[in-house]
């Protein structure tokens, strides 16, 4: 959406299309606010309390899924507990981004710890919202790891994937700064959290020539 030229509109009728469609598609995983709201109840003890879990092994069976469609009431979400996110990271601390991340996620843990939201603020969901995508960033750094861990995902692509994840951290972690309710010790941490990614030229020229080589492969259904 943010690199469609004015001549692509002109060139190719599709973009019209995608143009108005693109943006409702956020919308098909509900209401934002309320599931970054809902999340925060995982927070303190994904991030502090771990237990341990077996793996979860890959399936590609042709199963019944519908216990997945099957939600039952956000009850108790606070009990729940979770594998060692560390896990996951440890095991790719050698990749420079993958290691400035985890400095990140290391600093909300020790916000959690010592400045997060007091029951005043748990009514602010503007401050809430930030602190809500910071967490969720965590958890997708994770998940990716994980997923790079049983595809053997290229170390260049998983590198640039999570500067990606450092800059949009710390572009949150700014956003709470500015907050009006955020306190003295949120404002502070905020921005002793933000950081900037590892930038490699050449190891984001050869990701750039992968995805160049992509251009004309996507055709439309006729």
Not at 24 to 30: A, M, R, S, Y
Not at 115 to 131: F, G, I, N
Request: charged letters at 25%; hydrophobic letters at 50%.
């Amino acid at each position: 959406w943010d690199v469609i030229a004015a001549k692509g509109f002109e060139k190719d009728n599709y973009f019209a299309q995608a143009a108005v469609e693109i943006r409702g598609l956020p919308k098909l995983e509900g209401t934002v606010h309320v599931n970054l709201a809902l999340i925060l109840k995982f927070m303190r003890n994904h991030l502090l309390n771990p237990v341990e879990y077996p793996a979860v092994p890959t399936r590609l069976d042709a199963a019944d899924d519908a216990f997945l469609f099957q939600q039952g009431p956000a009850r108790g979400l606070g009990s729940v507990r979770f594998h060692d996110w560390r896990t996951a990271f440890d095991a790719y601390a050698e990749v420079e981004n993958v290691a400035r991340f985890r400095e990140q996620a290391d600093a909300l843990c020790a916000f959690v710890e010592t400045a997060a939201p007091d029951e005043e603020q748990s009514r602010d969901l503007d401050l809430l919202l930030a602190v809500g995508q910071l967490f969720a960033l965590v958890v997708h750094g994770q998940l990716i790891l994980e997923q790079a861990r049983l595809t053997g995902l290229d170390r260049d692509l998983l590198d640039e994937l999570f500067a990606v994840l450092v800059r949009d951290f710390s572009a949150h972690a700014v956003e709470l700064h500015g907050k009006d309710s955020a306190t003295e010790a949120q404002q502070s941490w905020a921005l002793g959290a933000v950081r900037r990614p590892v930038v490699d030229a050449a190891r984001s020229a050869r990701i750039w020539e992968r995805v160049e080589a992509l251009s004309g492969a996507y055709e439309m259904a006729e």
